[in-house]
């Protein structure tokens, strides 16, 4: 029996390896023209796709939009910002899809969109009063979205797929004139939330009538962290939960943690990594149906039960990940994870550069298998003194972490097991993840 249950593990382990677990390279061009004539090499941030044309932005030497229409091979471009007034292009700061439409907010107030019939861009104005960087735009539906923040109406809205703005008010009486506009969701036309911060203190503000007042409200604060003004920077929202990142990095290490809220006052943990070097940074969370991805600098996550469990797919090794490479924007297309990163070459001169470089990851065999045969359960939970764990696949290892990403328990040899029995008697009560095969996330609570 044993030899069966050896046997059919190695077929599993030969069966999933033969679909791709690594991030493949995309022999694309690294270089594009200026409008000068100039060649030089361009840098993604943030990437998206419209009926099958690939979009990303260029934030190098002239700011810009490139496209592809060959799935990332060959990239050209599709619009320049204009020069500011010290011959500067000015700064493009997202690409958001929404619908059958494509919005490129930049500075001076300004939307560039992608219309859906024409397959021109259109570049449209919020308002005159706006000439303020259009740094954040999020959608409600297809129709409704709002922009901010504006420092004496905070957002501007549209109704009608961001053709026309119409300010909002309310906010200023609200706020502190010392308030700094960190980031905002919309959940519905008239319930928006937003955090701001007042001499390093975080502030929290919503409205349910569409921006005619605003209430201030106290929310449950994550651990203290360095990089405080950062920890509301990937805030989204997939109903019914508000998902935002934590992170914490000291001068050596780091780690990252995924929060979610049904109220936007308490927040539960749904992931929780361990001390590493340099530490892990999420540069987007993005949910396609059930099916939802955590991406960015040492961390690929993947979930397919809309955000409770996380299995963790980044592998160190991969070429993907070389000097901590960061993410610069992902999107899923017909079963594959597409992002933006970077890797070595040498230069005309033999010197080292860096170059732009997209990759993608089949996640079509991946998720078909893992859902297949990855099937954990923890009881009781919560428990006060054992934790019960019974998986489909066989069991190699474990580790008990804790919120703040130290381990306390883990096995000290291999386990090839089915099932395992945790005394968990010696953890002071509160909430811990179990990682399961350095890849699964399971959370459980200790009374």
């Known amino acids: 029996m044993k030899f069966i249950y050896t046997f059919t593990f190695l077929l599993i382990l030969f069966h999933t390896s ?11 061009n690294s270089t594009i023209f200026n409008p000068k004539g100039e060649e030089f090499h361009f840098k993604s941030f943030e990437m998206e796709e419209l ?19 060959d799935l990332g091979h060959r990239w050209d471009v599709a619009f320049y910002e204009t020069l ?8 493009i700061y997202d690409l958001v899809k929404q619908g059958d439409q494509l919005y490129v907010p930049a500075d001076n107030g300004i939307i560039h969109i992608l219309d859906s ?4 861009w259109r570049k449209i104005p919020i308002s005159n009063q706006y000439k303020e960087p259009a740094k954040y735009l999020q959608f409600v539906n297809d129709s409704v979205a709002f922009v901010g923040f504006h420092f004496t109406y905070g957002f501007f809205k549209t109704t ?13 009486p609200t706020t502190n004139l010392n308030f700094n506009f960190l980031n905002f969701v919309a959940v519905s036309e008239d319930e928006l939330y937003m955090v701001g911060s007042v001499d390093d203190s975080l502030r929290f503000y919503k409205t349910t009538n569409s921006g005619d007042s605003w209430t201030s409200f106290e929310s449950e604060l994550f651990e203290e962290s360095e990089l405080i003004t950062n920890e509301y920077y990937n805030l989204t929202y997939e109903a019914p939960y508000f998902y935002v990142e934590n992170r914490f990095k000291d001068l050596k290490i780091g780690k990252t943690s995924i929060m979610r809220s049904t109220d936007f006052i308490t927040w539960e943990p749904v992931f929780v990594s361990d001390f590493i070097d340099f530490g892990k940074f999420i540069h987007g969370i993005k949910f396609y149906g059930n099916e939802g991805f955590a991406l960015g600098t040492q961390v690929f996550l993947y979930s397919s039960d809309k955000g409770d469990t996380w299995y963790d797919i980044y592998d160190e090794d991969d070429r993907f990940y070389d000097n901590s490479n960061p993410v610069n924007g992902f999107f899923l297309f017909n079963g594959y994870i597409y992002a933006a990163s970077a890797i070595e070459e040498k230069d005309e001169d033999g010197g080292i550069i860096r170059v732009n ?18 099937n954990v359960s923890l009881y009781p939970n919560p428990t006060e003194s054992i934790i019960n764990i019974e998986s489909d696949e066989l069991i190699n290892t474990y580790e008990i972490i804790d919120l703040t990403g130290k381990i306390h328990h883990r096995n000290q040899s291999q386990i090839n097991d089915y099932r395992l029995n945790i005394n968990i008697e010696n953890l002071i009560s509160g909430t811990y993840f179990i990682r399961i095969n350095e890849r699964l996330y399971k959370r459980f609570v200790k009374k």
Request: proline share 1%.
């Open 18 to 28: 033969t679909f791709s677990r690594e991030w493949e390279l995309i022999d694309n």
């Open 51 to 69: 009926f099958g044309t690939f979009y990303t932005v260029n934030l190098s030497n002239t700011n810009g939009v490139l496209f592809s229409n």
């Open 84 to 91: 500011n007034s010290a011959n500067v292009s000015n700064i």
């Open 117 to 120: 019939e024409t397959k021109k």
């Open 160 to 172: 009608n797929k961001g053709i026309n703005w119409k300010p909002m008010e309310g906010v200023l």
């Open 357 to 374: 470089k997209f990759f993608r990851f089949d996640m079509r065999n991946f998720t078909s298998v893992e859902n297949e045969i990855w």
